[in-house]
């Protein structure tokens, strides 16, 4: 049971290190004109983050995801990595 456990946290840090990579790629890939495709994807999420005051404390609730075609190489390329592995 503990191996289970163990292999999804390793898959999940595999496939979030995949998205900040392949996000990272992208924004790098952008400035070449033949790379330009690789940042190609959707952006959605809440552009007013939502405010709760309890007057002692204020909690601020927000969420903004950037899909593009370099964080899904990511992340096809961690779980082919995370298998080989």
Known sequence: ???????FWI????????IVIGGLLATFAEQV?????????QEFGLKNPIELNLSVITITFG????INVASII???AAI???RKI
């Open 1 to 7: 049971m503990a191996t289970r456990e163990k292999n």
């Open 80 to 82: 082919f990595i995370y």
């Open 63 to 66: 969420l903004w995801i950037r």
């Open 33 to 41: 004109s033949w790379l330009k495709w690789l940042a190609y994807g």
């Open 74 to 76: 990511g992340i096809v």
């Open 11 to 18: 898959l999940l840090i595999f496939i979030l290190a995949g």
